[in-house]
């Protein structure tokens, strides 16, 4: 993809993000899209009480002198910053104004020469710096930026634009899919790959481009046949094809949620079918029927544990956002009541306030907002007709 096709498609981004902003938070009544297969609903009462909770908590963590919604180092949370979004189109001014000043601190995690985002504000510091800019994170920062839908000329515009160009130059694979980062491992990971995908398809509905679309699909395809294993699910392999550690609950729930958003934006049934697959899997091997929630892990025993970490509480989150999202847009509860919990098994996590309890909060605004992505019109940019041939020329009688 060329960085120039990515830079003249982000004014009309930025533009179509505004409608696509409007479209996601319509009000109850309007009709749904074609593809939706449910009308948002006010909720679970219980869901919607433990909702506004966390969302509560999250808002008093806000704090204007270090980021807005940062940690103590000056990385932003970007489930807080999509959170204050949604309650922002909800009619809440302040989280709206505190997830726009959020992004507005994040600017100063650009990395005006080489393009992407730092991780923290320790990276600015030449002497310490870190030149690992992941796709992660520079993909979540790319879909809260157009969640934002800033206007062109905006600095979260230009912003955009910025990250845009960067994902074009440095994420992404040629074969279909992204790298891990701009530098490390070039090795295809499901999860890092399932959030760049998400905000890929975020940017190609906004953009109508169908080469956008073609590429979804092209690292769709690439993912299921490169990185599945039949027993496994999603996995991560090495240099050479093999194995390189157990199947993690990540892998599987970010895959999950971008094959789901693949097929809101474009309908292919493929991506549907496999996110279904990749949810039965979740349900059969890493749900805690007992105690409720998701294991981290599955087949450890085999290949040892991930070198990857442990991050149950925002896996888990991740796994019941992935659930909810799959059966609000199937109406099949026992995806919605699987994510329902494993939700109520973290319960007691969500006493003390703490930014990364967020992506809870908007797995279970899940189950009623609706369509979390619209679909896309891929006729948009379709090429212009060429001009209707001049008519022939009567011949005259020849005059003598």
Excluded at 15 to 21: E, I, P, R, S
Excluded at 216 to 230: A, I
Excluded at 353 to 363: F, G, R, T, V
Aim: glycine share 8%; hydrophobic share 40%.
């Amino acid at each position: 993809m060329s960085s120039r096709l990515a830079m003249g498609a982000t004014a009309v981004l930025l533009a179509a993000a505004v409608a696509m902003a409007a479209a996601a938070h319509a009000p109850a009544g309007k009709k749904a899209a074609p593809h939706s297969q449910h009308a948002a609903s006010a909720g679970d009462p219980a869901d919607r009480a433990l909702y506004e909770k966390i969302s509560a908590q999250v808002a008093s963590l806000y704090d204007a002198e270090h980021g807005g919604f940062a940690r103590h180092d000056g990385t932003p949370n970007e489930a807080a910053v999509e959170l204050a979004l949604a309650r922002g189109a909800d009619g809440d001014a302040l989280a709206m104004e505190h997830a726009l000043s959020t992004l507005h601190a994040m600017h100063a995690l650009r990395d005006t020469v080489g393009g992407g985002y730092f991780e923290s504000l320790r990276d600015l510091d030449h002497a310490s710096a870190s030149f690992e800019k992941r796709t992660d994170t520079n993909m979540r920062r790319l879909d809260v930026l157009l969640r934002a839908a800033a206007r062109p000329g905006d600095i979260l515009a230009s912003d955009a634009r910025a990250a845009v160009d960067y994902c074009d130059r440095q994420l992404v694979d040629p074969m279909g899919g992204f790298v891990t980062s701009q530098v490390g491992s070039r090795d295809l990971e499901p999860e890092t790959n399932g959030i760049a995908l998400r905000a890929w398809w975020r940017w190609a509905v906004a953009t109508s481009d169908p080469r956008r679309r073609d590429f979804g699909f092209k690292s769709h395809d690439r993912l299921w046949t490169d990185c599945r294993d039949e027993d496994l699910g999603l996995v991560r392999r090495n240099t050479w094809g093999k194995i390189r550690e157990p199947s993690l609950l990540a892998d599987q729930a970010e895959m999950g949620l971008a094959f789901l958003y693949g097929w809101r934006a474009a309908g292919r049934d493929s991506d549907l079918a496999r996110s279904r697959a990749v949810a039965a899997h979740v349900l059969e091997h890493f749900e805690d029927r007992k105690k409720g929630g998701f294991r981290s892990e599955y087949a450890y025993e085999r290949f040892g544990h991930s070198h990857r970490g442990s991050r149950p509480f925002e896996d888990n989150a991740v796994a019941a956002r992935f659930l909810a999202e799959l059966g609000a847009a199937t109406s099949d509860t026992s995806y919605t009541n699987a994510a329902r919990r494993a939700w109520r098994a973290f319960d007691g996590s969500f006493d003390k306030p703490k930014l990364e309890s967020a992506a809870w909060a908007l797995a279970i605004r899940a189950t009623w907002a609706g369509p979390a992505l619209a679909r896309g019109d891929w006729g948009a940019k379709a090429a212009k007709k060429a001009p209707a041939a001049a008519p022939a020329k009567k011949k005259g009688k020849k005059k003598h």
